[in-house]
């Protein structure tokens, strides 16, 4: 099993900044991809970021590209989402997820999930 703790979600005002981590433990050798979702009131859940997992590929959502970063330094590291000019749009509950190998697509089949923590983002 794999498990993810997210951490660093709060309150910030519009065009600030803040940092998400995502700690990954557990048995991650058949690990592909880590990712961020996010998921708004009575909105479906959307895709915001991808990174291979040994950090060399990162894939963006269109809604956040230029403003959102995914990174980690090498694979015993967190997973990081560095937020940028952030927009009440923005505000959701953040999930960090795992896809196992085997898929191409770096936005869907992730079978493993956080539990997400909140963003808010005010005007």
């Known amino acids: 099993q794999v498990q993810l703790i997210e951490s660093g979600g709060g309150l910030v005002q519009a065009g600030g900044s803040l940092r998400l981590s995502c700690a990954v433990s557990?048995?991650?050798?058949?690990?592909?991809?880590m990712a961020w979702f996010r998921q708004a009131p009575g909105k479906e859940r959307e895709f915001v970021a991808g990174?291979?997992?040994?950090?060399?590929?990162?894939y963006y959502g269109d809604s956040v590209k230029g403003r959102f970063t995914i990174s980690r330094d090498n694979t015993k590291d967190p997973v990081y989402l560095q937020m940028n000019s952030l927009k009440p749009d923005d505000t959701a509950v953040y999930s960090c997820?795992?896809?196992?190998?085997?898929?191409?697509?770096?936005?869907?089949?992730?079978?493993?999930w956080g539990q997400g923590t909140h963003v808010t983002v005010s005007s």
């Open positions: 990174i291979s997992w040994g950090g060399s590929s990162t």
């Open positions: 997820a795992a896809q196992p190998r085997g898929y191409v697509d770096p936005r869907t089949m992730y079978e493993y």
């Open positions: 557990g048995r991650t050798n058949f690990i592909s991809r």
